[in-house]
């Protein structure tokens, strides 16, 4: 086997340049000696005296855990096909969806998943319901969904069978999380265990943070966030409307995706000047004709649209958006 023997001193820039150029051999393993880093290769590429020809290691490929799973699942093989090859980890716990036609080996898909993914549960998901978006769920392994998830050095602890977590969103909280918000009074509306709040508290540097939510399981998770992240916010149970905040916040946070009506009052909390990030569910039509509904929606407003984004597809036709706007009160 053909490898380019490397000084140690030199052998990650040669490992970026051989990566950037497709040269190194798949099929064959990295190894070293004491001074020398030894890259297989396809083909000699240059006159340099530094490729030998000596016996390789073949490189022991891991199995993809969809492979593991399909591997190790005991159902008939023509069903195999079925099975998703997308499935939610959050901490150790998986939420996972079946068609109608799995629905009988569902435990022992559950099980399965468990052992592959090394998840102490594994619930089949089937939807959401109600003003809190909590997740309807059946446990198909296991009875905990109490877990802690991390991302991007965050800790959220959440009952996943009770709670619904995102990872649709997940660039939006590390976005979140890379604001300069230093010295500024913040209010997140719809703060829920503290998607924006936390990442916002640790790396943002607000002066003040108030997090408010409607939802008690979610807000006594939110307490406990608060708490594990070792961030200074000031959690509050409320509806938004009953808040008395006038004239605030250098920054509103609108996270939740049924927000339109909490306008007026996310402006309300607004400082003479200042930042909403707003997020809402559109129709494909009024993403079309963003600039004649955000009108609609702010205005009375002397605003500026620093961002539209599409963060995801909500539903069919149904767009979840998010709209960074710069206000200053008329």
């Given at each position: ?34 001074n ?11 006159n ?33 096909k079925?099975?998703?090859n ?27 998943f ?23 769920v ?7 969904a ?65 997090a ?23 959690p ?7 808040v ?86 008329v």
């Amino acid at each position: 086997m053909l490898y380019l023997r490397i000084n140690k001193r030199d052998a990650e820039e040669k490992r970026k340049y051989l990566l950037d150029r497709k040269l190194l051999h798949p099929e064959f393993s990295i190894f070293s000696d004491e001074n020398f880093v030894y890259f297989p290769v396809k083909f000699k590429f240059d006159n340099s005296n530094d490729f030998v020809d000596i016996d390789g290691k073949i490189r022991i490929r891991k199995k993809k855990p969809y492979d593991e799973i399909i591997e190790n699942v005991k159902i008939d093989n023509d069903l195999k096909k079925f099975i998703p090859n997308h499935w939610e980890k959050y901490g150790n716990v998986v939420l996972i969806q079946l068609p109608e036609v799995l629905y009988n080996y569902r435990l022992e898909i559950g099980a399965t998943f468990a052992k592959v993914l090394r998840a102490k549960s594994v619930l089949l998901y089937k939807g959401i319901e109600g003003e809190f978006r909590r997740p309807r769920v059946e446990f198909i392994y296991g009875d905990d969904a109490l877990t802690i998830h991390i991302e991007n050095g965050i800790y959220y602890k959440f009952d996943a069978s009770r709670i619904m977590f995102s990872s649709g969103n997940v660039d939006e909280r590390i976005r979140m999380s890379k604001m300069d918000a230093t010295g500024e009074k913040i209010v997140d509306m719809f703060a829920g265990i503290g998607y924006f709040s936390i990442p916002l508290a640790k790396y943002s540097y607000p002066a003040r943070l108030i997090a408010i939510e409607k939802n008690e399981e979610s807000y006594n998770f939110l307490i406990e966030n608060i708490k594990l992240n070792n961030v200074s916010i000031d959690p509050m149970l409320s509806d938004n409307r009953d808040v008395e905040l006038k004239d605030y916040a250098d920054r509103v946070i609108m996270g939740y995706v049924h927000s339109r009506e909490f306008i007026p009052y996310a402006i309300k909390m607004l400082k003479h000047k200042g930042i909403i990030h707003y997020h809402d569910t559109w129709r494909k039509e009024e993403v079309w004709n963003r600039e004649e509904v955000i009108k609609n929606l702010f205005g009375d407003l002397q605003y500026y649209v620093m961002r539209f984004h599409i963060v995801k597809n909500y539903a069919p036709n149904i767009m979840h958006v998010n709209i960074d706007l710069r206000i200053r009160k008329v």
